[in-house]
């Protein structure tokens, strides 16, 4: 397995790829390095077929406090547009696999920018999501104004970039921006067999109900609906739907080949 510098790689469980960001230093700073290196890692574990679901962390006390403040102090806007500045983030994107945010303590700026691209978040009583960029006289870069304002609306949105509110996780659970809240003893714990619940499904429709629900996002209702229908007629051309379909037929566990 490739070593790294600033994360830590496992597979705690069958089919769950963890990513553990690991600068406690700096309270998880997103450096350029740090993120290059997830942004790896996360490829490498979607690229792997014996990797069905992700979980990217941080230590119990941080998840990361946003982009690298040391790293932008002095840039200029043409540094940040030829070194394509937080772009890259975007890979996140593009992963085919479901990944799980286990989330404790702060997750500010690009921090809870990168929980918000996770696809679902799992957090631990003690943390805590804000936009803090107004602080610093910018504005989220990656996502946090879009993200937000499609997740908790409107109203929470502006006040959470414009004032640095910040959600404490009942209230990040109440506005639906994590999908549970468990102990900082058992977070990860949960977010790991979420992960594995979801790694032993039928692999295929995993990711085709994964690019559905994120389409919805993207699309008017008609052209989202014609969407999911045809991802739902592609899928009966797999194997797993016949065994699926099949296994409740005959009252039995399907066994999912992943064609
Ligand atoms: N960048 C660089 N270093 C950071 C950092 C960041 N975002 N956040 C924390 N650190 C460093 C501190 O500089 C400090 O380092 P030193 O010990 O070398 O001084 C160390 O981490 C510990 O931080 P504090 O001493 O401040 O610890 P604290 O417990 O008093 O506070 C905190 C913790 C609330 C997270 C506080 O550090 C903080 O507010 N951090 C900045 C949060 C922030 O503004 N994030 C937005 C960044 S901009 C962004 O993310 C843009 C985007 O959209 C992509």
Redesign the pocket.
């Known amino acids: 397995m490739t070593t790294y510098e600033h994360i830590l790689v496992e597979t705690p469980a069958a089919g769950v790829g963890l990513v553990r960001l690991n600068e406690p230093?700096?309270?998880?700073?997103?450096?350029g390095p740090l993120m290059h290196e997830l942004m790896s890692a996360l490829e490498a574990f979607d690229a792997d077929e014996a990797i069905g679901c992700m979980v990217l962390t941080g230590t119990p006390k941080?998840f990361?406090?946003?982009?690298?403040?040391?790293?932008?102090a002095q840039a200029t806007p043409v540094e940040l547009m030829q070194k394509a500045f937080?772009a890259r983030?975007e890979k996140l994107r593009t992963l085919r696999k479901p990944v799980i945010a286990a989330v404790s303590g702060?997750a500010?700026?690009?921090?809870?920018?990168l929980a918000l691209a996770c696809d679902m978040i799992v957090a631990s009583e003690t943390a805590?999501f804000?936009?803090?960029?107004i602080?610093?006289g910018?504005?989220?870069?990656?996502?946090?104004t879009q993200r937000l304002a499609r997740t908790v609306g409107k109203a929470l949105a502006m006040e959470m970039c414009l004032n640095d509110r910040r959600l404490t996780a009942a209230e990040a659970e109440r506005f639906g921006l994590v999908n549970r809240v468990a102990p900082v003893e058992s977070y990860l714990d949960e977010a790991i067999a979420l992960a594995a619940q979801i790694a032993a499904r039928a692999p295929l429709a995993v990711r085709l109900a994964k690019e559905a629900v994120n389409m919805a996002l993207e699309t008017p209702l008609n052209a989202g609906l014609a969407y999911e229908r045809n991802l739902f007629y592609a899928l009966f051309a797999t194997k797993d739907q016949k065994e699926g379909m099949a296994a409740f037929l005959e009252k039995r566990q399907p066994h999912w080949s992943g064609e």
Do not use: H, S
């Open positions: 230093r700096t309270f998880n700073a997103l450096t941080v990361a406090a946003g982009a690298d403040i040391k790293e932008m937080i983030w702060y500010l700026g690009g921090g809870c920018e805590v804000g936009q803090p960029e602080n610093l910018v504005i989220p870069g990656a996502g946090g």
